[in-house]
């Protein structure tokens, strides 16, 4: 058996998703593989799994390539750190969760040391093109993805993918009726809902509530409509704040965001994981991205496929409109939005796509799953019975 002080795996995750989904899986590893120390890069979720944090999500905030490059001295110092810690301490494994510009990265250290790489969550080499496929192939070793068409992708590439299912199966609950929630967040019972869902980064919201909240403003001028922004716990108080403190165009909830998801008639969401979750709730929506001119063009370059929303992705067409950059502006968010209000066969067939997206997610039990595939990973490596039996449950 291992010496008790290389029972310890390090887990990575640079983002709020990135935390809930690791949480998850730390929540059910310990079923399989109790005993194991975690250490790591994490948020709120991962602390209180017992993960103890080397660097908190909020250091990690970089969004695009622009951001990237401004921070670049305190990145390089995290990857010094890390690389010091993995040859001090020799974990068992090393948990990637997303966050895939980092986390290709730090898999190649990990190789350095002879640290097994896990996966979880992959990088989405279906949008970036092919040419990370040999990352994947060199540093990782035990690969986990979260759509049935990814491990289809790996698979022409020679690479044995275990698909595990969509953690938003289970992250997802709905325990309040329509009626219910309004009442509890004193909404008004007659009016429809847009939901304001402007990213859960700080600069994010810095860059897309502003709009929303003028877009709400001409939207109201034809419309009976209450708009009410959804706030990310990973975002502080004061940035909503400041954006909002001179207006009366929308109110904010900070709590079941989900439900907001659930029971408006359409969103405005910032391109992300919220895109997804409102798809898989069936709420017809408008997607926004806006970020550094730098960080666009060389997105545009880098890109392969045609959507950035994840909604749209996993239907495998335009189902929701996209204003991306240039062509996000107000006019054009209000006449997206209109078209939902005004067009009711185009709403109707909206719905109709959206559904599909929960049979595409797979079954609840993703973060099971996935701890099953990584604990017997680890016995086969270590010729250990981690879970202290001789086999873990069939899948």
Partial sequence: MMPEQKRKILIIAGEPSGDRHAAELVYELKKYAPGIAYEGIGGDDMAEQGVKLLYHIRQMAFLGFAEVIRHLPFIRSV?????????????????????????????????????????????????????????????????????????????????????????????????????????????????????????????????????????????????????????????????????????????????????????????????GTATLESGYLGTPMVVLYRVAPL?????????????????????????????????????NIVNALDKYFSDAVYYDNVMGELQKIKAALGPPGAADRAAREIARFLEDKYQLALSGNSALPDK
């Fill in 79 to 271: 990857f010094r750190h890390l690389r010091k810690w993995m040859a001090a301490e020799k974990p068992l494994a090393l948990i990637l969760v997303d966050y895939p510009g980092f986390n290709l990265r730090l898999a190649r250290i990990a190789g350095e040391f002879g640290v097994p790489v896990i996966y979880y969550i992959c990088p989405q080499l279906w949008a970036w093109g092919e040419k990370r496929v040999e990352k994947i192939r060199r540093y990782v070793d035990l690969p986990l993805v979260i759509f049935k068409f990814e491990e289809e992708f790996y698979a022409r590439h020679g690479i044995p993918a275990k698909f595990v299912g969509h953690p938003l199966a289970d992250e997802i609950h709905i325990s309040l009726s329509e009626a219910e929630f309004r009442e509890k967040h004193k909404l008004d019972p007659d009016k429809p809902i847009v939901a304001l869902l402007p990213g859960s980064r700080n600069n994010e919201v810095r860059k897309l509530l502003p709009m929303m909240i003028r877009t709400a403003t001409e939207f109201r001028k034809s419309h009976e409509v209450q708009f009410i922004v959804g706030k990310a716990s990973s975002v502080d108080r004061e940035v909503y704040h400041i954006i909002l403190k001179n207006t009366n165009s929308a109110a904010i909830i900070e709590k079941d965001i989900h439900h907001l998801m659930k029971y408006s008639y359409a969103s405005l969401v910032a391109s």
């Fill in 295 to 331: 960080t666009y063009h060389i997105g545009r370059m880098l890109i392969k496929i045609e959507n950035i929303a994840l909604a749209n992705i996993v239907s495998g067409k335009t189902v929701v409109p996209e204003l991306i950059q240039g062509q996000l502006t107000v006019p």
